[in-house]
C-alpha cells in the first residue's frame, strides 16, 4: 500500500525552462511534506519541505506547492540548470507516525 | 566531515550467511532509521529507533535485526541471507523523528 505516489518515473527539461514535478498522497492525516533530491551512489538529501499549514514554501530556485484537497504536491524548479538531473522523491509524515513514507522518485534530465 | 556514515557501501555475499551493516551519525540526533531500496527505487522503511523505543516495519523479516551500541550508531545485522534481500540499505537520522532525514550513501547488497 503505497501512501505516497509520484506517477512520472522521468522527465526532461531544458536548461533555463521550468521543472514541475509532482506527488500524490493517500493518508489524510499526513502533514508534513518534503522533497529530497538524490544523486547516483549518494543518499538522497533533503530540499524543501512544507507544513499542511501552508499552501506554499519557496527557497530560491525551489518552490513547493501544496493543495491539501486534491492530496496533491508539487515541486517547480525555476530557472532548471544541468546541475538539477538527479532523481527526486517526494516524502510525507503524519503527527501520529515516527517515519516518512516515500514515492518511488521522479528522474530529472535537464538538457543543456 | 560525513554526517551520516554508513560502511561498506558494497557487499557482495552468498545465500545463508550472516552480514553487518555499520551506521554511524555525528549529528547529535536522537533518531536513526534504517530504509531498504528495493529493485522499483521505493524507499521503504525497516527500522526506526530512538534511545526508548524501536518502532519495526511489520513487514521485516526477523532475520534483520537493529543493534544500536549507543545514541550515534545503528547497525543493522542480517542472518540467513536470502537472494531477495539484494537492494540498497539506506541509514538516516533525525532530531525528534519529525525533522527531515539525514542520509548516508547507502550500501549497495548484493546476494549471490
Known amino acids: 500500500d503505497q501512501q505516497v505516489k509520484q506517477n512520472s518515473p522521468s522527465l526532461s527539461v531544458q536548461e533555463g525552462r521550468i521543472s514541475i514535478l509532482n506527488c500524490d498522497y493517500t493518508n489524510s492525516m499526513f502533514d508534513y511534506f518534503l522533497w529530497y533530491k538524490k544523486y547516483p551512489a549518494e543518499g538522497p538529501t533533503f530540499l524543501i519541505s512544507i507544513s499542511s499549514i501552508k499552501d506554499k514554501n519557496e527557497d530560491g530556485r525551489f518552490t513547493v506547492f501544496l493543495n491539501k484537497s486534491a492530496k496533491h504536491l508539487s515541486l517547480h524548479i525555476v530557472p532548471s540548470q544541468p546541475g538539477d538531473s538527479a532523481v527526486y522523491f517526494c516524502?510525507?509524515?503524519?503527527?501520529?507516525?515516527?517515519?516518512?513514507?516515500f514515492g518511488t522518485g521522479t528522474s530529472l534530465t535537464v538538457i543543456p | 566531515d560525513t554526517a551520516v556514515s554508513q560502511t561498506p557501501k558494497y557487499l557482495v555475499t552468498q545465500m545463508g550467511n550472516d552480514k553487518s551493516i555499520k551506521c554511524e551519525q555525528n549529528l547529535g540526533h536522537d533518531t536513526m532509521y534504517w530504509y531498504k531500496q528495493d529493485s522499483k527505487k521505493f524507499l521503504k522503511i525497516m527500522f526506526s529507533y530512538n534511545n526508548k523505543e524501536l518502532i519495526i516495519n511489520e513487514t521485516v523479516p526477523n532475520r534483520f535485526s537493529p543493534k544500536s551500541p549507543d545514541k550515534a550508531h545503528l547497525n543493522l545485522h542480517i542472518n540467513s541471507l536470502e537472494l531477495g534481500d539484494s537492494a540498497v540499505y539506506f541509514c538516516?537520522?533525525?532530531?525528534?523523528?519529525?525533522?527531515?532525514?539525514?542520509f548516508g550513501n547507502g550500501t549497495r547488497l548484493t546476494v549471490t
Open positions: 516524502a510525507a509524515s503524519s503527527p501520529t507516525g515516527n517515519q516518512f513514507y
Open positions: 538516516a537520522s533525525s532530531q525528534n523523528g519529525v525533522s527531515p532525514l539525514h
